[in-house]
Nanobody, 126 residues
Framework: QVQLVESGGGLMQAGGSLRLSCVAS????????MGWFRQPPGQERTFAAG????????DYADFVKGRFTISRDNAKNTMYLQMNSLNPEDTAVYYC???????????????????WGQGTQVTVSS
């Protein structure tokens, strides 16, 4: 059974950068699509970015495109989210997740992800 643990969240001023990490234990990331989702206070959890197992293709939600970069290191069983030009609207709990099927295409649908981390809080002050 794979377990995901996020880290790297914290408090940052607007315009700053943070790098989130998601480490998988128990089993490797394998050929699964991995994703980052976020849940602002009082709102639903939504897709932010996803990456295929090869790392050669990624997808981003419009609200992070050009500011966030998703990457993965399969040898380290770790996925990253580099977040630049942060603004207060980026304040949320950020979750990493593994798609429920291997070798799938990137999906933005939360229900298609079967393994979740516990989340890491990102707070951006103005």
């Amino acid at each position: 059974q794979v377990q995901l643990v996020e880290s790297g969240g914290g408090l940052m001023q607007a315009g700053g950068s943070l790098r989130l990490s998601c480490v998988a234990s128990g089993r490797t990331l394998g050929t699964y699509v991995m994703g980052w989702f976020r849940q602002p206070p009082g709102q639903e959890r939504t897709f932010a970015a996803g990456i295929r197992w090869s790392g050669g293709y990624a997808d981003y939600a419009d609200f992070v495109k050009g500011r966030f970069t998703i990457s993965r290191d399969n040898a380290k069983n770790t996925m990253y989210l580099q977040m630049n030009s942060l603004n207060p609207e980026d304040t949320a709990v950020y979750y990493c997740a593994r798609h429920q099927w291997s070798d799938s295409v990137i999906s933005r649908a939360r229900m298609e992800y079967g393994v979740w981390g516990q989340g890491t809080q990102v707070t951006v002050s103005s």
